[in-house]
């Protein structure tokens, strides 16, 4: 056993992060993860010219009654997950196939 030399808890010889404060022994700091590493689009409400908010993944339910929208989603078939983006000004919702990567 070592001790984090940052929050002094116990961690495992083996290990270089501190699972308590992310101390990394190798890099003598605590380790910041970033919490999305996705890159949001930047688009912009075609009405008011502002950036549209990245809102989240929109997921269709399991038998979802997608056929309603016939032909227009029939290119969409093997996609259930669409990326929501919404204007904070005039609420548009804008659906968008999420990126790759
Ligand atoms: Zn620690
Ligand atoms: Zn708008």
Redesign the pocket.
């Known amino acids: 056993m070592k001790t984090c030399p940052n929050c002094k808890s116990e961690i495992e010889d083996n290990w270089d992060l501190c699972w308590n404060c992310n101390y990394s022994m190798i890099e003598n700091k605590v380790i910041e993860f970033k919490e999305t590493t996705r890159i949001s689009r930047k688009i912009e409400?075609l009405?008011?010219k502002?950036p549209l908010i990245f809102s989240g993944e929109y997921k269709f339910h399991e038998g979802a009654k997608i056929g309603f929208f016939g032909n227009l989603f029939e290119a969409f078939v093997n996609r259930e997950k669409f990326d929501l983006y919404i204007?904070p000004?005039?609420e548009?919702v804008e659906f968008y196939l999420p990126q790759k990567g």
């Open positions: 409400c009405r008011c502002i204007c000004k005039c548009k």
